[in-house]
Nanobody, 125 residues
C-alpha cells in the first residue's frame, strides 16, 4: 500500500507564497520513476488538476496557474513539492497530491491510483 502525506498548507494573505510538500515514494514497484500530481478541491466542487510532473521530470500546469506555481520532486528524499507564489483568494482549496502507476501523466482523476488526505490552503484578500 502506498501512503501519501501532504503538509505545508496554511492561511496567507493574497500575494503571499506557500510551499506544499508530499511524502511519496515516487517510484513504481519495479523501481521506475512515475508520474506525480497536485490537485485541488473546493467544497461542493469537483477536484481539479493543478500540476503534474512525469517520471522524466517534465512538468505541466493548469491554465489558471498562470506561471505562479512550480511542481518539483526530490526522489532522493521521496518528496513532491508545489511552490505557490502570488496566491489569490481563488486558490483557497484543499490540495491533494496523487501518484500514478505510470511514467507519463494525464490530468484526469482516474489516472491516479494513490491519494493523500489533503492539506488546506486559505488565501484572504
Amino acid at each position: 500500500q502506498v501512503h501519501l502525506v501532504e503538509s505545508g498548507g496554511d492561511s496567507v494573505q493574497a500575494g503571499g507564497s506557500l510551499r506544499l510538500s508530499c511524502e511519496a515514494p515516487g517510484y513504481s514497484s519495479s523501481g521506475n520513476r512515475i508520474c506525480m500530481a497536485w490537485f485541488r478541491q473546493v467544497p461542493g466542487n469537483k477536484r481539479e488538476w493543478a500540476a503534474t510532473i512525469t517520471g522524466d521530470g517534465q512538468t505541466d500546469y493548469a491554465d489558471y496557474v498562470e506561471g505562479r506555481f512550480t511542481i518539483s520532486r526530490d526522489d532522493a528524499k521521496n518528496i513532491l513539492y508545489l511552490q505557490m507564489d502570488s496566491l489569490k483568494p481563488t486558490d483557497t482549496a484543499m490540495y491533494y497530491c496523487a501518484q500514478s502507476r505510470l511514467r507519463w501523466c494525464e490530468a484526469h482523476l482516474n489516472f491516479y491510483a494513490y491519494w493523500g488526505q489533503g492539506t488546506q490552503v486559505t488565501v484572504s484578500s
